[in-house]
């Protein structure tokens, strides 16, 4: 009996492993491919690039309407978080007069591709609707005007937490990017 | 033998009964101590009015949100926005973020809602409602509206401030900054109106 039980065990262990495989699979291959969408790179791969500062300047909503909040988020959270990486030794704000004297300065410019502001009182309630979502090109360019990096990516909320945190999950991919696409220069302290 | 039969499944049936009056009213209980906090702040929020600009009272109530953008505050802070001699300032239990309103290039007003219970408490009570009964507390809410504030630093560096507060404050701060200097690409709207974005 006890053999048996142990068997039936095993047995439904195993169909509730291959049901979750099942299930996530499909999940987790979507997820891969729209990952590899939203960042396609524009320059070819190579060497990192490296720069000793940038200047961050407030993004470009294009044609789209987006509304105030979003923008000055988007730009805090891009600071914030191009600041954490630490490739840069200093990261300067949008018409910041210490950046005029620096030669290698990068400038990085946002522009507004799609934007869907969503619902997070419509999110929760029906899991399915009401989704948060803001694609952005970014464009690292050099003093001569040379874009020197293109990505685009997508800061999303699907499920819990403000509009506004679509911004965050932005500025998170775009440090990513920096992540990978840049080696640090120098080693001195990002700057505040 | 056929009494005592019918005496016990008697029993038995009352029993249940009373289980399932106490299983009732635990559940009503509950929902009621859900559903009463809910209620209290959109009837505060009615019958509260509309406070004046600047705030000189002594007693802080901490009802303003700093979702991000001011220095030394860290985000999503709750604190007391004030209007000062030439700043905004937003104190909080321990330390303070000034903009001064010389600075500020831009202000914007606007509408949201924030939901009653939000944050990691709000979510975990939401995760412990049971049959996804947290998807009915998702539906209450109350007004608010943002204040946006674009400014810059002593070296000409571009900062913004979110800031989210009780509804009806946020245009009476934007009027009061502009009648002290700020600037705002859109005027100040009349009471009753909507301000359109950019």
Not at chain 1, 72 to 100: C, M, P, W
Not at chain 2, 2 to 27: D, F, L, P
Not at chain 2, 71 to 89: F, M, R, S, T, Y
Request: some cysteine.
């Amino acid at each position: 009996m006890r053999n048996l039980n142990r068997a039936a065990f095993t047995i439904f262990v195993a169909a509730a492993a291959a049901c979750a495989g099942f299930l996530l699979a499909p999940g987790a291959a979507a997820q891969a491919k729209a990952d590899a969408v939203t960042t396609k790179p524009v320059t070819p791969a190579g060497p990192k690039l490296t720069a000793s500062a940038v200047q961050i300047e407030v993004m470009d909503p294009g044609d789209l309407q987006i509304p105030p909040d979003f923008r000055i988020a988007e730009y805090e959270y891009l600071y914030e978080q191009v600041n954490a990486t630490k490739k840069f030794q200093h990261v300067y704000r949008s018409g910041d007069k210490r950046a005029e004297g620096v030669a290698d300065l990068l400038t990085l410019k946002t522009t507004v591709e799609s934007f869907k502001k969503g619902s997070q009182k419509a999110r929760e309630v029906t899991t399915v609707g009401g989704w948060t979502s803001i694609k952005l090109k970014a464009q690292f360019v050099d003093r001569a005007g040379k874009v020197v990096l293109e990505k685009e990516a997508e800061g999303k909320v699907r499920f819990m937490g403000g509009n506004l945190n679509a911004t965050y999950d932005f500025a998170k991919k775009i440090a990513a990017i920096i992540q990978d696409s840049f080696d640090a220069s120098g080693g001195a302290a990002p700057s505040k | 033998m056929k009494t005592y039969g019918t005496q016990v499944s008697s029993r038995r049936a009352s029993r249940e009964r009373r289980v399932a009056r106490w299983q009732m009213g635990a559940i009503l209980l509950i929902a009621g101590f859900l559903i009463v906090p809910c209620a209290m702040p959109a009837f505060a929020q009615q019958a509260a009015p509309a406070p004046a600009a600047t705030q000189t009272s002594t007693t802080p109530n901490y009802d303003v949100e700093c979702v991000i953008g001011l220095q030394h505050v860290k985000h999503h802070a709750n604190g007391n926005l004030l209007i000062g001699k030439d700043a905004l300032h937003f104190v909080m239990a321990k330390g303070e973020g000034t903009i001064p309103i010389s600075a500020i290039q831009d202000i914007f007003t606007g509408k949201d809602s924030k939901q009653v219970f939000s944050g990691v408490g709000g979510t975990i009570i939401k995760a412990g409602v049971p049959y996804e009964g947290g998807r009915f507390l998702s539906l209450f809410s109350t007004a608010t509206e943002v204040l946006t504030v674009e400014y810059r630093d002593a070296d000409n560096g571009y900062h913004g401030a979110i800031f989210v507060l009780p509804k009806g404050q946020a245009t009476v701060f934007k009027r009061k900054m502009v009648e002290m200097g700020a600037k705002a690409s859109i005027p100040p709207e009349a009471p009753g109106t909507e301000e359109k974005k950019p």
